[in-house]
């Protein structure tokens, strides 16, 4: 039996980027860099078709990550964030239909850049505290907003994880178990909302086998960059993010 796959070359030219992409990001390291992955498909399908295609090449990339990284996380982060970014996927679940996902891709690019201006304007010191614990609620909770309706979390959560300068090892655990859980709890509104059909999955089986490579130059990366480059490089992610989700949402309709 032949699967009804989606056969246009511009499709998997901006695909296949995407999903090593996506890679590299689920292993800890460029986290910035994942929230293109939608952007780009997006390009040649819907916000909401790339999202479901991308579910399952997710959830693989979710478990390689959480084998890499099962002992390194910080539980007590995690027991803070989790309630705040599933909260954040029954809100998109229930407004989705409303929503128009370019221009909450606009809003999740100009809050980004708006981080980026402030980190660049006015840099942290060494010994500046913590954000606030209600900000971080809020951003995560955004998180599990952007998350659900264009697999964009990593923007808003990383606007108040990268100031508790976690080491790179730390971070990425974190982060890998964070979106393990949000993604997972996105399958049955997924599935409800009629995104997860037959083709839409036969495509994201075409794209599996590109996942591996990007999370093995991450890892093999994390482990190894100081955390300074570190986490320069995740301002580069999320700038260029930032640049495209506000092109896509205001400037490219």
Same mark, same amino acid.
């Given at each position: 039996? !032949?699967?009804?796959?989606?056969? $246009? #070359?511009?499709?998997?030219?901006?695909?296949?980027?995407?999903?090593? =992409?996506? *890679?590299?990001?689920?292993?800890?390291?460029?986290?910035?860099?994942?929230?293109?992955?939608?952007?780009?498909?997006?390009?040649?399908? @819907?916000?909401?078709?790339?999202?479901?295609?991308?579910?399952?090449?997710?959830?693989? %990339?979710?478990?390689?990550?959480?084998? +890499?990284?099962?002992? $390194?996380?910080?539980?007590?982060?995690?027991?803070?964030?989790?309630?705040? #970014?599933?909260?954040? /996927?029954?809100?998109? @679940? &229930?407004?989705?239909?409303? =929503?128009?996902?370019?221009?909450?891709?606009?809003?999740?690019?100009?809050?980004?850049?708006?981080?980026?201006?402030?980190?660049?304007?006015?840099?942290?010191?060494?010994?500046?505290?913590?954000?606030?614990?209600?900000?971080?609620?809020?951003?995560?909770?955004?998180? #599990?907003? @952007?998350?659900?309706?264009?697999?964009?979390? *990593?923007?808003?959560?990383?606007?108040?994880?990268?100031?508790?300068?976690?080491?790179?090892?730390?971070?990425?655990? /974190?982060?890998? +178990?964070?979106?393990?859980?949000?993604?997972?709890?996105?399958?049955?509104?997924?599935?409800?909302?009629?995104? &997860?059909?037959?083709? !839409?999955?036969?495509?994201?089986?075409? =794209? %599996?086998?590109?996942?591996?490579?990007?999370?093995?130059?991450?890892?093999?990366?994390?482990?190894?960059?100081?955390?300074?480059?570190?986490?320069? =490089?995740?301002?580069? #992610?999320?700038?260029? @993010?930032?640049?495209?989700?506000?092109?896509?949402?205001?400037?490219?309709?």
């Amino acid at each position: 039996m !032949n699967l009804p796959l989606i056969t $246009d #070359g511009l499709f998997y030219a901006v695909s296949i980027p995407a999903v090593i =992409l996506l *890679g590299v990001s689920k292993s800890g390291f460029g986290a910035g860099f994942g929230s293109l992955a939608v952007p780009l498909m997006a390009m040649a399908v @819907t916000v909401p078709q790339a999202a479901a295609i991308l579910m399952p090449v997710l959830f693989v %990339l979710d478990c390689m990550g959480l084998a +890499v990284y099962r002992r $390194d996380f910080d539980w007590r982060l995690l027991k803070f964030l989790l309630p705040f #970014g599933l909260l954040g /996927t029954v809100v998109g @679940t &229930l407004s989705f239909r409303m =929503l128009d996902a370019k221009l909450v891709a606009g809003i999740v690019g100009v809050s980004t850049l708006v981080f980026l201006a402030q980190r660049v304007l006015f840099p942290p010191k060494a010994d500046s505290p913590p954000p606030p614990k209600w900000l971080g609620a809020i951003l995560t909770t955004a998180a #599990g907003f @952007t998350s659900f309706v264009a697999h964009s979390g *990593g923007p808003p959560i990383n606007a108040y994880v990268m100031p508790l300068r976690l080491p790179p090892v730390v971070f990425a655990a /974190t982060m890998s +178990v964070f979106f393990f859980t949000i993604n997972i709890a996105k399958w049955i509104p997924y599935g409800w909302l009629g995104l &997860l059909d037959v083709r !839409n999955m036969s495509t994201s089986l075409a =794209l %599996l086998p590109f996942a591996p490579i990007g999370v093995f130059i991450g890892v093999k990366v994390a482990r190894r960059i100081p955390p300074v480059m570190f986490y320069r =490089l995740i301002t580069v #992610g999320m700038l260029l @993010t930032g640049v495209k989700l506000v092109w896509d949402g205001f400037l490219g309709r």
